[in-house]
């Protein structure tokens, strides 16, 4: 079936008149949930099952930003509260071990949350390496702040979403930890010198390339590219997320409609993909905007096709899993390090 380069979000918690025949006719290869999508678990599971319906693709991927801590869609009171990524950083510092195994178990149960309302992609780990200065936008969102503690961290993530049958996203390549702002508000620019960024930002990176999905970091690298963020920076994907990184899996854009970009939507979608992005991303479900970047994404063929190909195939069928015990677990880790009350 014949399928666009966009993933894109919808207004509310049902899918209007107008979006249903939008998805019909233009053919997004996924979907993505927010808050504003989100009342009770019925519903959401109705909803995903609308989406699919929508563009006749029972497989089609349903994306959630589920992190814990301040970025989580599904929250009480329905779904329990998980921990930011700094606590498992914490707890890793006064016993990796611990600390890996919490991460692994936190991402397990998150899975085992999304599995039940049909949801197949995690918008997570995240390998950004925050340094002193940064934008908060970041925050206690990271891991941590050396590169191969970030990397473990975030593969023990990874292994717990793969273990509950749900596709990881690997985000924000090359890395956001340095902005000085807000990508959502405005387009930050990071100085350091590539030397630095290679043995920090890009380090962590390099550990998680073999993961099937990434998410680009709309962040200025000026000592590659002084003019375009990575998103739109050829530059960037290739010498360095493809290049130095080594990321071959599909890599998605993030957010078209956030300010750091500039130009109309559709020129900033046209941008994406000249750039060498598989995949646009578009989330705040305003259809004038949708319209915008389904007109300029391409039909999703050649190796953007095989990586999506791919990516979908690598995800398993969920292994066995008592939810009571692992969270049981989980509170125990995280009271034993003091690190945050969850």
């Known amino acids: 079936m014949t399928m666009r380069a966009f993933i894109v979000g919808v207004s509310g918690l049902v899918l209007t008149g107008d979006e249903r025949a939008f998805m019909r006719e233009q053919q997004p290869w996924g979907f993505i949930l927010f808050k504003r999508n989100v009342d009770t678990p019925a519903q959401v599971a109705r909803l995903v099952g609308e989406l699919r319906e929508s563009v006749d693709r029972p497989d089609a991927p349903v994306l959630i930003d589920q992190e814990g801590g ?14 930011p990524g700094s606590v498992f950083g914490a707890l890793y510092d006064s016993d990796r071990a611990a600390g890996l195994e919490a991460a692994r178990l936190s991402s397990r149960l998150i899975a085992a949350d999304l599995a039940d309302l049909g949801i197949t992609v995690d918008c997570l780990p995240l390998a950004d390496v925050p340094v002193a200065g940064a934008d908060a936008v970041i925050g206690n969102r990271a891991y941590g702040t050396a590169p191969d503690k970030v990397a473990a961290i975030a593969r023990a993530v990874t292994e717990g979403l793969e273990q509950g049958g749900v596709l990881p996203v690997l985000k ?61 920076s050829a530059t960037m994907i290739e010498q360095v997320i493809r290049g130095a990184i080594g ?76 939810r009571n015990a692992a969270r049981k677990i989980l509170d125990e880790l995280i009271g034993r390090a003091g690190a945050v009350s969850v």
């Not at 929250?75 to 509260?81: E, V």
């Not at 109309?264 to 949708?290: F, P, Q, W, Y």
Request: hydrophobic share 45%.
């Open 172 to 232: 924000h390549i090359p890395g956001h930890g340095r902005a000085t702002a807000d990508s959502h508000a405005a387009l930050p620019t990071v100085d350091t010198s590539e030397a630095e960024l290679a043995r920090t930002d890009f380090a962590a990176f390099i550990p998680l390339a073999d993961l099937p999905m990434a998410m680009t970091a709309h962040v200025v690298f000026s000592a590659f590219d002084a003019a375009k963020p990575a998103t739109t």
């Open 70 to 83: 301040r970025v989580q869609r599904l929250g009480p009171p329905h779904w329990p509260i998980y921990p």
């Open 247 to 322: 990321f071959q899996g599909l890599l998605m854009s993030d957010d078209v409609s956030m300010n750091a970009l500039d130009g109309s939507i559709a020129e900033r979608t046209r941008a994406i993909v000249t750039a060498g992005c598989d995949m646009v991303l578009h989330c705040n479900g305003k259809m004038d905007e949708m319209r915008q970047v389904a007109a300029e994404t391409p039909v999703l063929a050649g190796e953007a096709l095989r990586r999506a190909d791919r990516a979908l195939a690598s995800r398993k069928a969920p292994q066995p899993f008592d």
